[in-house]
């Protein structure tokens, strides 16, 4: 039966993490950069400015939450990071290398700069159509847009309601898996490889499982701590990631900016390594450069995607909580996240990687017997290690267990939302509790069909997402040109700020009061 399971999983995640999806998911983001006028790039500063630049106004609206019942630009920024900077940042790069050479990391420059407008376009819309639920929070998301925005397209009302109902599933179950059990599977065989502890590091016998003590512990002590987060909900996790992810990220970067400037005289090497392998100009033969240049496209794109998820409708959910008024605003930060999470630390795991010997970047071959997080440890190793000192494992270990429970608080208010969406607002407190549960579940059992399964739900969010983007996209030029022409042309234009007359009167009158 497993098998079965097995074999008709691995069919559905071919089409859903293959190269159709792949194109659909790169192309979105192309249509969407050229609709906007490349607005990443001709509203660069602007957009600079208005996110990370904003949290050194002073009296800035960025970091202030101006509602009791809302969350502030920066702290929906942390957590939308808290989700998406993850173990793929430092596993799924070295995966992406292994398969795809270094050229993969070329295609994943490229993934994550159309995925900007991608994932602001999600933030646009998110905001516009987002509503309060009973007890006057924002509720945002894909599942908000495809009802009530491609819903209200003529002939389109029922399919609105369906594939927004099968996105909010998709997203429930996609967060038991990648959003919880794979991140504390991964958090668990980390620390007790890693760490270990002879005395608790043996098999105990609980009803008919065998289950591993250390790893017990490990369990219980997530699921208590991230019960305390996840249980307060939106404004507790806010205030823990405000705090939690800034310091995680800049941590990480330190250190791998200490790798790279221990090798920085690789610089030129590896760079031209990347955009070689990237065309394959380093191949022999005809055969041989289609291949090398498919390897690094697929990869490169399909780690890229895995890494900021871009088009998977998912941050989107907790931007909307947001206290910002603009949705314009709110769709920079998007851009601001993919740039984060994939331009800088992405690209500062491939250095640490391809800079310390471990590829050979004239043939593109693995030299290092390790593998994804492995890999990682050994290159940050060969700056960090003091004789038979593993810092540098300690540090990639440490660095997991940061990425993989900020990962879990992100995707335990992604489940939420969505669960909210189909049962309603009072039975989200039903759906934490498992959730905290599962965590247990993810320390102590070995899952890896549930990861592929909970793999294939997260790609199956990105259909009926990237079909609302794509149906909606006239509506996010619109907005996009309305805020153009009243920020920059000076236009005494009403503003678009919310699909919903009441929230639109609202959110004007906050705007005029000087609040946006």
Request: glycine share 12%; charged share 15%.
């Amino acid at each position: 039966m497993l098998d079965k399971i097995e074999s008709v999983n691995s069919a559905v995640n071919g089409v859903v993490w293959g190269i159709p999806m792949l194109v659909l998911i790169i192309g979105t983001g192309i249509y969407m950069t050229v609709r906007t006028r490349f607005f990443q790039i001709t509203r660069a500063k602007h957009v600079t400015l208005h996110t990370i630049g904003g949290i050194f106004k002073k009296g800035n609206t960025v970091k202030a939450a101006q509602e009791k019942t809302s969350i502030s630009q920066f702290q929906a920024l942390c957590t939308a990071l808290a989700a998406t900077i993850g173990v793929g940042n430092i596993a799924g790069v070295a995966a992406a290398i292994a398969a795809g050479g270094p050229g993969a990391i070329f295609w994943m420059w490229l993934s994550a700069f159309f995925g900007m407008m991608t994932n602001y376009s999600e933030n646009v819309l998110g905001i516009y159509y987002r509503r309060k639920n009973s007890r006057d929070e924002w509720c945002g998301g894909a599942m908000y847009y495809l009802r009530d925005g491609l819903g209200s397209k003529r002939g389109c009302a029922v399919p609105g309601k369906i594939l927004a109902m099968l996105f909010s599933v998709f997203c429930v179950l996609a967060s038991f898996g990648i959003g919880n059990m794979s991140q504390i599977n991964t958090i668990s065989g980390n620390i007790t490889s890693v760490f270990a502890v002879p005395a608790l590091d043996r098999d105990i016998l609980i009803g008919a499982a065998v289950i591993n003590l250390y790893e017990l512990v490990v369990g219980i002590i997530l699921m208590l701590l991230a019960g305390l987060v996840i249980v307060g909900g939106i404004k507790r996790i806010a205030q823990v990631t405000e705090k939690f992810v800034p310091f995680m990220a800049c941590a990480y970067i330190l250190g791998a900016l200490i790798v790279f400037i221990a090798n920085i005289g690789k610089a030129g090497e590896v760079f031209g390594a990347i955009f070689s392998f990237a065309f394959g100009l380093r191949a022999v033969g005809g055969a041989a450069i289609g291949l090398a240049v498919k390897s690094a496209v697929t990869w490169g794109f399909k780690r890229g995607v895995f890494s900021n998820e871009a088009g998977l409708g998912s941050s989107v959910m907790v931007h909307s909580a947001s206290n910002v008024i603009e949705p314009v605003r709110q769709g920079m930060w998007g851009i601001f996240e993919v740039f984060a999470d994939t331009i800088v630390v992405c690209t500062l795991t491939a250095f640490s990687i391809l800079s310390t010997g471990l590829i050979d970047l004239h043939t593109g071959k693995m030299i290092s017997a390790n593998k994804e997080t492995a890999l990682v440890s050994e290159a940050f190793g060969s700056v960090f290690n003091i004789g038979s000192l593993n810092i540098g494992g300690a540090f990639i270990a440490v660095a997991i267990l940061l990425f993989a429970f900020s990962t879990v608080l992100g995707w335990s208010y992604y489940g939420t939302k969505a669960w909210e969406f189909l049962f309603g607002t009072r039975s989200t407190i039903i759906y934490k509790v498992i959730f905290v549960v599962f965590i247990v579940f993810g320390a102590t059992m070995s899952l890896d069909l549930a990861w592929d399964i909970s793999d294939t739900f997260n790609g199956l969010m990105a259909l009926p997402n990237l079909i609302g983007v794509l149906a909606l996209s006239g509506t996010v030029v619109k907005i996009t040109a309305n805020y153009i022409s009243r920020t920059f042309r000076g236009s005494r234009e009403a503003p678009m700020l919310s699909a919903f007359e009441d929230i639109q009167e609202e959110q004007a009158q906050k705007l005029e009061n000087g609040r946006g």
